[in-house]
């Protein structure tokens, strides 16, 4: 079945520790997307990109980083300069051509802090 | 910038209707998604309107006027599996950007 996969489901890090969230989609996706969720919260958009090897900030990209130099693959590696990373992380895809069609989501990676 | 707000939470009866209202400011508006989300999962799909008007979809319609920065999701004969948050979201400008609002979580009781 084609769909958005996330690993792992948790993590853990130590402070000062860089991190990276793995998403990977088949459904052959142009859009991929990072979003931050808190407790009680909407999503914040992290970082979004619309085509291989190009992505841009979204509303709280300080901290974190991305790469986009495969279609189906946009992972995000939280920094130590991210000083508050604890948080449900969403990675979503999209297809492009179509401004109708709904993002897809994968299941998401919980972040704590040791 | 951009701005959408949702209330935080809402109760509802069990059978009745809500209306979950979203408001927002933006530049380059391009269509308004609606998601729902249970605690602890992603969000899935309900709704999308590009354009004036009502989109009817089961017992979940979605309403949106663009000259007012406004939609609503109105939820019809509630069961008690829509106790979840729901989430409005606009797309902007021509790069496919998505910005969620803060949800509204909904309990629907007996």
């Known amino acids: 079945d084609g769909g958005i996969t996330q690993s792992p489901k948790y993590l853990f890090r130590k402070e000062g520790q860089n991190v990276t969230l793995s998403c990977e989609q088949n459904l052959n996706h142009d859009a991929m997307y990072w979003y931050r969720q808190d407790p009680g919260q909407g999503l914040r958009l992290i970082y979004y990109?619309?085509?291989?090897?190009?992505?841009q900030k979204g509303d709280i990209a300080e901290g974190y980083s991305v790469s986009r130099e495969k279609k189906e693959s946009f992972p995000l590696t939280v920094t130590s300069a991210q000083k508050n990373p604890t948080a449900f992380y969403l990675c979503?895809?999209?297809?492009?051509?179509?401004?109708?069609?709904?993002?897809?989501f994968g299941d998401g990676t919980r972040l704590s802090i040791l | 910038g951009q701005n959408i707000d949702q209330p935080t939470e809402m109760t509802a009866t069990e059978g009745a209707i809500v209306q979950i209202n979203c408001t927002y400011q933006?530049?380059?508006?391009?269509?308004l998604f609606w998601y729902q989300q249970h605690a602890g999962e992603a969000p899935t799909f309900l709704s999308y309107?590009?354009?004036?008007g009502l989109e009817e979809k089961g017992r979940f319609s979605s309403f949106l006027s663009r000259s007012k920065g406004y939609s609503y999701l109105l939820l019809k004969e509630l069961q008690m599996k829509d106790s979840a948050s729901y989430l409005c979201a606009v797309r902007t400008g021509g790069y496919q950007k998505v910005t969620f609002g803060t949800g509204t979580k909904l309990q629907v009781i007996p």
């Open positions: 979503a895809s999209k297809q492009d051509r179509a401004s109708n069609q709904p993002q897809h």
């Open positions: 309107n590009v354009l004036d």
């Open positions: 933006t530049s380059g508006f391009n269509g």
């Open positions: 990109s619309q085509i291989v090897n190009d992505f």
